[in-house]
T-cell receptor, first 114, second 110 residues
Framework: EAGVVQSPRYKIIEKKQPVAFWCNPI?????LYWYLQNLGQGPELLIR????????DSQLPKDRFSAERLKGVDSTLKIQPAELGDSAVYLC????????????FGEGSRLTVL | AQSVTQLDSQVPVFEEAPVELRCNYS??????LFWYVQYPNQGLQLLLK??????LVKGINGFEAEFNKSQTSFHLRKPSVHISDTAEYFC????????FGTGTRLQVFP
């Protein structure tokens, strides 16, 4: 069974440029999460989807970040424009509906903003 | 809001020695608790979880953790570590969304 797939693994951009990350969750997992992981820190939730509905986006900086999950399967997280402080790893995870904490994570997308 | 405190940012240990990684949480209600492991350049992987029942939880790779409600702790232990256990370990509590601690870097030396 394929795991959570993310791309790109690494991205280097200049500040003020846009960037997008893509995530394909495990087949059958209704719930999809985007987490931000700064160096030396634990993951912090940015947004959670139940199917195509964003049910928790309270931690998503909406002035520059956006996300979508149009058909309730794969998802895209976008930053426009990127700032130096956005350099981090962006993790995608998925789980079954009604989860009891077992999230399956992708390998992450490491963003460096110069 | 709930929070998780991992008391040690780094734990160095020699191979085959026992190890304990400490985790405390803040909550006065029933919680679900988890330990995740992150190997270099990889995503997080579930080690074990406590939902209810026995307070001693066994996980993968020989790890176990004990839920202590009175001390609000959920420490992770392994009786004999291996070089391959070198990784970052995250304790997490459900709220129900997972709230992660800042992680403990376990470094196993030969």
């Amino acid at each position: 069974e394929a795991g959570v797939v993310q791309s790109p693994r690494y991205k280097i951009i200049e500040k003020k440029q846009p960037v997008a990350f893509w995530c394909n969750p495990i087949s059958g997992h209704n719930t999809l999460y985007w987490y931000l992981q700064n160096l030396g820190q634990g993951p912090e939730l940015l947004i959670r989807y139940e199917n195509e509905e964003a049910v928790d986006d309270s931690q998503l900086p909406k002035d520059r970040f956006s996300a979508e999950r149009l058909k309730g399967v794969d998802s895209t997280l976008k930053i426009q424009p990127a700032e130096l402080g956005d350099s981090a790893v962006y993790l995608c995870a998925s789980s079954l509906r009604g989860y009891t904490g077992e999230l399956f994570f992708g390998e992450g997308s490491r963003l460096t903003v110069l | 809001a709930q929070s998780v405190t991992q008391l040690d940012s780094q734990v160095p240990v020699f191979e085959e020695a026992p190890v304990e990684l400490r985790c405390n949480y803040s909550s006065s209600v029933s919680v679900y608790l988890f330990w995740y492991v992150q190997y270099p350049n990889q995503g997080l992987q579930l080690l074990l979880k406590y939902l209810s029942g026995s307070t001693l939880v066994k996980g993968i790779n020989g790890f176990e953790a004990e839920f202590n409600k009175s001390q609000t702790s959920f420490h992770l232990r392994k009786p004999s570590v291996h070089i391959s256990d070198t990784a970052e370990y995250f304790c997490a509590v459900s709220e129900p969304q997972l709230i992660f601690g800042t992680g403990t870097r376990l470094q196993v030396f030969p």
